[in-house]
């Protein structure tokens, strides 16, 4: 197992060096208003944003090389590049259905796309190893429902539903699955 691997460096100091880069585009507007004498409350938009993470980490264990003849005491190296876009519609109206109860109904839908290219070598990776260009892409749609009822001036009683998302990625190495 991995401890039979790790034992021989218990003597040894490993160094790691790590640099993160993140760059980030976003854009987001809204539109809202009201009708029907304010019974009808309602906000729309559009949501665009572009991210490019880059993370350089290289793991060095003084006097490494010598045992494992490695010629260098790098036992780590990777260089790693996520590159997402994401795209989202949403909007919301809250109607009045009596002066002290709220209905409120909304949906967002969203498009994305994720691209990872990278680079890993060392002992500590198996040896040499690469990422070209694993995509993946989700779309969808999330709803949410609310009831808000005012019982007096100072307490608020709500109930929501709604369905959330979470970005995943894409795999970075191939699987050997049998399915």
Same mark, same amino acid.
């Given at each position: 197992?991995?401890?039979?691997? &790790?034992?021989?460096?218990?003597? #040894?100091?490993? #160094? ?8 980030? $585009? ?6 809202? *208003?009201?009708?029907? @004498? ?5 906000? *729309? *938009?559009? #949501? ?9 980490? =290289?793991?060095?264990? =003084? ?31 809250? $109607?009045?259905?009596? @002066? ?17 290219? &990278? ?8 040896? &040499? ?10 779309? +969808? ?26 970005? +995943? +990625?894409?795999?970075? $190495?191939?699987?050997? @699955?049998?399915?």
């Amino acid at each position: 197992g991995i401890g039979n691997l &790790a034992a021989p460096f218990f003597s #040894y100091d490993s #160094y790691n060096t790590s640099d993160t880069t993140t760059k980030t $585009f976003t854009q987001e507007v809204r539109l809202s *208003g009201d009708a029907f @004498s304010g019974r009808l409350q309602w906000v *729309g *938009g559009l #949501y665009y944003a572009d991210q490019e993470d880059q993370l350089l980490q =290289v793991v060095t264990t =003084v006097g490494a090389g010598v045992p494992f003849g490695l010629g260098t005491d790098v036992t780590y190296f990777g260089d790693q590049r996520t590159d997402s876009k994401q795209f989202a519609a949403f909007g919301e109206l809250t $109607f009045e259905i009596l @002066s002290n109860l709220d209905l409120t109904v909304g949906m967002r839908y969203f498009d994305q796309d994720q691209t990872v290219n &990278a680079e890993f070598d060392g002992i500590f990776n198996g040896g &040499a190893s690469t990422v070209d260009n694993k995509k993946s892409s989700e779309d +969808g749609v999330t709803p949410k429902v609310s009831v808000t009822w005012r019982a007096t001036p100072d307490n608020l009683l709500y109930t929501t539903a709604s369905k959330g998302f979470r970005q +995943g +990625g894409p795999n970075r $190495f191939n699987t050997n @699955s049998p399915l």
